[in-house]
């Protein structure tokens, strides 16, 4: 909620690359491309909203065999074969509808990649919510791009045409896995990182149907012309000190204005009423937007002096941080999203 900080206790946990320098190798160079990850510092949590009245009788997936709690699917969506890593929270049962939250890795990277670098599963058992990580189409050096409808790729070319449609595929995933997993259809979100973020944007303006709030990190846009005038949940998260995706803009051609422009934009299209409140915490700032239409809210967390990275996730080398920038401590970006994705279901 407005005004209120969200914190909780996490354990940190042993980097993930450790033993495996030919792998690291490959993900910088996912980074340079537009993903990252950082190390967890304590911060927030929240009631899970797995428990929703009547929604059982819409997730047909509710009452199938639980299969193992990691898992890449190989599925046919809008058309193509695509492939989704899907984390199932160490609670889960099968019977009572839980949350979905689509976890998009940034350009270059995998669905693997991106598991690794948001630590969003310890998160998910924690909580109680699924997350699915999709995977991009577009072939890139070190993994794969997304689809930005009328964006760029990093280094300027344009998307080819026959490039799949990413927004047709993420939407048309949910039911995908709700045929699967027992889903409530009220709680699901997107979130992303870098170019992961700047599609999570995306589909918060073509299909806010299907998404009942996002979190872009490192990744906020605000996609232009919006598809609808429904206002959105959005929660944010960047550094100061990003050299990717620079926080005051003026950076490569999908990235031109500011992240504060781009949250001001969401706060008029969410309708939002009262002028913009930033907080000084220490090592970040939060600028949130309130008196929004229909309970939304629009909040920016703004990392002083961090780099290209997720917020929370493990910690770099000094090398990797020479090239992605500083990492910050000061928030758990996975446990203040969920919050705020657990205080926003769709109506």
């Not at 939407?171 to 045929?179: E, K, N, Y």
């Not at 000190?241 to 490569?252: L, M």
């Given at each position: 909620m407005p005004g209120t900080e969200r914190t909780a206790s996490r354990v940190r946990r042993e980097p993930w690359w450790r033993g495996s320098a030919p792998f690291l190798a490959l993900v910088v160079l996912a980074m340079l491309a537009g993903c990252g990850s950082t190390s967890r510092p304590a911060t927030s949590s929240a009631t899970s909203p797995r428990r929703s009245s009547g929604a059982a009788s819409r997730a047909t997936g509710c009452g199938q065999p639980v299969v193992a709690s990691s898992s890449t699917l190989h599925l046919s969506v809008a058309g193509h074969q695509r492939v989704v890593v899907v984390h199932l929270p160490s609670s889960y049962q099968g019977s009572m509808p839980v949350a979905l939250v689509l976890n998009m890795h940034g350009s270059g990277s995998t669905a693997r990649a991106q598991e690794a670098f948001s630590g969003m599963d310890?998160?998910?058992?924690?909580?109680?919510?699924?997350?699915?990580?999709?995977?991009?189409?577009?072939?890139?050096?070190?993994?794969?791009?997304?689809?930005?409808?009328?964006?760029?790729?990093?280094?300027?070319?344009?998307?080819?045409?026959?490039?799949?449609?990413?927004?047709?595929?993420?939407?048309?995933?949910?039911?995908?896995?709700?045929?699967?997993?027992?889903?409530?259809?009220?709680?699901?979100?997107?979130?992303g990182m870098s170019g992961g973020g700047r599609m999570a944007s995306q589909v918060a303006c073509d299909a806010p149907a299907t998404f009942a709030a996002v979190a872009p990190v490192a990744g906020?846009?605000?996609?232009?012309?919006?598809?609808?005038?429904?206002?959105?949940?959005?929660?944010?998260?960047?550094?100061?000190?990003?050299?990717?995706?620079?926080?005051?803009?003026?950076?490569?051609?999908?990235?031109?204005?500011?992240v504060p422009t781009a949250a001001q934009r969401w706060g008029a299209h969410d309708g939002c009423t009262t002028s913009p409140r930033t907080t000084a915490h220490a090592g970040y700032s939060t600028t949130e937007y309130a008196g929004c239409t229909a309970g939304s809210e629009v909040e920016l967390y703004t990392l002083t002096g961090e780099g290209h990275e997720w917020p929370g996730g493990p910690a770099l080398s000094a090398a990797d941080t020479a090239l992605l920038g500083p990492q910050s401590q000061a928030v758990d970006a996975d446990a203040v999203m969920w919050a705020f994705f657990a205080a926003h279901p769709r109506s």
């Open positions: 310890a998160t998910a058992d924690q909580d109680g919510f699924i997350v699915a990580y999709p995977q991009g189409l577009l072939r890139a050096t070190s993994g794969f791009d997304w689809n930005v409808p009328g964006v760029p790729l990093v280094g300027g070319a344009s998307p080819p045409p026959d490039a799949a449609d990413d927004v047709a595929f993420l939407t048309d995933l949910v039911p995908a896995l709700s045929a699967r997993y027992c889903i409530d259809p009220a709680h699901v979100y997107a979130t906020l846009r605000f996609p232009a012309p919006c598809a609808t005038a429904q206002p959105v949940p959005v929660i944010a998260f960047h550094g100061t000190a990003d050299p990717i995706d620079p926080y005051d803009g003026h950076g490569e051609a999908y990235w031109t204005y500011s």
